[in-house]
């Protein structure tokens, strides 16, 4: 199965998202609603079932300035270990480094209790119920998240505030590692980084910058 890779890490306009979504809608078997998902959801990754295809969206985006590679199957990343970020403890520097806002929204019940739905079902000549009311809860909240990459090693930390994740990346030795968007950012001390909506997302865009980086041709 031919993928298709987004060869560096840039912010798509509206107009070139626009026109890549044309390009894919030429195909026979795929419509405009799925082109513009495609994009949206692949994160960086376009898979296909036809090399043709594949071969032939290459050519089209490349031309309209959007630049990428085929690879014919993904590379396999290394599991995620815990870093604790106040006393790190790498066993290799690190060659890739990533960071991100996640925003995740969870969702709870609660139960109140109404003693007039009791009151309502006597009089009012219905069933009688308990006057327990359910409802669902929203819970919206936000976190950093840090990954750190080599070919073989991935350490991976979570943090509710930006600051230990800066602290890090301009306390580390990370002379020879990329730097993702995001990373450079915070360094910067600008906290308008790349955001998620929850970790699937995000691993997603950490398993992009991975091909990226070790499997470019």
């Known amino acids: 199965m031919p993928y298709l890779i987004q060869a560096e890490e840039r912010e798509i306009s509206y107009e070139l998202f626009a026109q890549l979504a044309e390009i894919i809608d030429e195909s026979p078997v795929l419509t405009y609603a799925d082109a513009t998902s495609e994009l949206h959801h692949g994160h960086g990754?376009?898979?296909?079932?036809?090399?043709?295809?594949?071969?032939?969206?290459l050519v089209r985006f490349n031309a309209s300035?959007?630049?990428?590679?085929?690879?014919?199957?993904?590379?396999?990343?290394?599991?995620?270990?815990?870093?604790?970020?106040?006393?790190?403890?790498?066993?290799?520097?690190?060659?890739?480094?990533?960071?991100?806002?996640?925003?995740?929204?969870?969702e709870r019940k609660e139960w109140d209790y109404n003693p007039w739905r009791i009151r309502l079902a006597i009089f009012g000549n219905f069933p009688l119920t308990s006057g327990v009311e359910e409802?669902?809860?929203?819970?919206?909240?936000?976190?950093?998240?840090?990954?750190?990459?080599?070919?073989?090693?991935?350490?991976?930390?979570?943090?509710?505030?930006?600051?230990?994740?800066?602290?890090?990346?301009i306390t580390a030795d990370l002379t020879a590692a990329y730097r993702?968007?995001?990373?450079?950012?915070?360094?910067?001390?600008?906290?308008?980084?790349?955001?998620?909506?929850?970790?699937?997302?995000?691993?997603?865009?950490?398993?992009?910058?991975?091909?990226?980086?070790?499997?470019?041709p």
């Open 180 to 216: 993702s968007a995001g990373a450079q950012k915070l360094v910067s001390n600008d906290r308008n980084i790349i955001r998620f909506s929850g970790q699937t997302d995000y691993d997603h865009y950490v398993k992009w910058l991975y091909q990226l980086h070790y499997a470019r």
């Open 65 to 106: 300035g959007f630049r990428c590679f085929l690879l014919d199957k993904l590379l396999d990343m290394p599991a995620a270990e815990d870093l604790h970020l106040p006393a790190p403890k790498l066993e290799a520097p690190p060659e890739l480094v990533m960071a991100a806002r996640l925003d995740t929204v969870t």
């Open 45 to 57: 990754i376009l898979h296909f079932e036809d090399q043709a295809e594949a071969e032939r969206l």
């Open 135 to 169: 409802r669902a809860v929203e819970e919206h909240a936000s976190y950093y998240g840090l990954d750190l990459l080599t070919r073989t090693r991935h350490w991976r930390a979570h943090s509710g505030s930006w600051v230990p994740v800066r602290e890090f990346l």
